[in-house]
C-alpha cells in the first residue's frame, strides 16, 4: 500500500517536472521560466526524499540540503540580473 | 534605474550563509566513511561566499573577508602536494598517507590521518579556483 503510494507520487512528480519544462520552453518572458526553474528545483528535493523513503536509507539527505542551497541560489542570482541587469555588482550605487 | 529595497535578502543572506558553513564542515568531516569529502565541502564553501557576493557587493564582502582566492587556491595546492611528499621523505612512495588512533580525555579514542591534510588542501583549491572563475566572468564589461 505504501509502496504504491510512494511510486504514484514518483511518477507524478515526474509528470510536474514535465509540465515545468514545458514550461520553460513555451514561456513568454524571463520571470516564468524563473519560476518553472525553481519549481522543478522544489520538485527534485520532494522526489529525492520520497526515494530515500523508497530505499529506507539515510544517505540522499545531503543532496537535499546542498540542492536546496543551489536552488536558493539560483533564483537570487536570476532575480538579480532582472532586476539590475548584473549580478555581482562592484559597489552598489546607494 | 529605481531605487531597490533589500532588506530581507540582506536579513536572510546574514542567516543562511551561517548554515551552508556548517553543512560546508560537516560534509568535510562526514568524508571518507561516508558522502562528503574535500571537493564536495569546497564546492559548498564556495557557493556560500558565492551568495554573499551576490546579496552584496564585492566591495563591501572583501572589506569584511580580506581574502585573495588567488592566493587561497595557491595554499591549497600547496598544502596538498606537500602532505604528498611528505611520504617521499619517510621512503613511501607518493601519497602514501598513515593514521594513528589516539585517546583524549573528553572526545575518546579518535582516528587521527593525513589525509585530512590532503582534503583540507584540495577543499581550499576549489574554493580558490570556484570563486576566482565566478567573480571573474561577472565582472561588468
Known amino acids: 500500500m505504501i509502496k504504491a503510494m510512494l511510486v504514484t507520487s514518483m511518477i507524478l512528480f515526474a509528470i510536474a517536472i514535465g509540465i515545468a519544462l514545458f514550461s520553460i520552453i513555451r514561456g513568454p518572458s524571463l520571470p516564468d521560466r524563473v519560476i518553472s526553474l525553481d519549481f522543478i528545483g522544489v520538485n527534485l528535493i520532494s522526489a529525492i526524499a520520497v526515494i530515500s523513503v523508497i530505499f529506507n536509507t539515510r544517505a540522499y539527505l545531503e543532496v537535499i540540503l546542498i540542492l536546496g542551497i543551489l536552488a536558493f541560489i539560483s533564483t537570487i542570482a536570476l532575480s538579480k540580473f532582472i532586476e539590475r541587469g548584473v549580478i555581482i555588482e562592484h559597489k552598489r550605487d546607494r | ?141
Open chain 2, 1 to 141: 534605474m529605481k531605487e531597490t529595497n533589500d532588506v530581507i535578502l540582506h536579513m536572510v543572506t546574514k542567516v543562511v550563509v551561517f548554515i551552508i558553513l556548517t553543512l560546508a564542515i560537516y560534509l568535510f568531516i562526514a568524508g571518507h566513511n561516508q558522502p562528503g569529502g574535500g571537493f564536495i565541502s569546497g564546492l559548498v564553501l564556495s557557493s556560500a561566499f558565492v551568495l554573499l557576493y551576490l546579496s552584496f557587493d564585492v566591495e563591501t564582502v572583501n572589506s569584511g573577508l580580506p581574502l585573495n582566492f588567488v592566493v587561497v587556491a595557491a595554499v591549497g595546492v600547496f598544502l596538498s602536494v606537500t602532505t604528498g611528499f611528505l611520504a617521499i621523505f619517510n621512503g613511501k612512495s607518493f601519497l602514501t598517507h598513515t593514521f594513528t588512533s589516539k585517546t583524549f580525555p573528553l572526545i575518546g579514542k579518535t582516528e587521527m590521518g593525513t589525509v585530512t591534510l590532503f582534503e583540507a588542501g584540495v577543499s581550499l583549491a576549489v574554493v580558490g579556483v570556484v570563486v576566482t572563475i565566478i567573480l571573474g566572468i561577472s565582472e561588468d564589461v
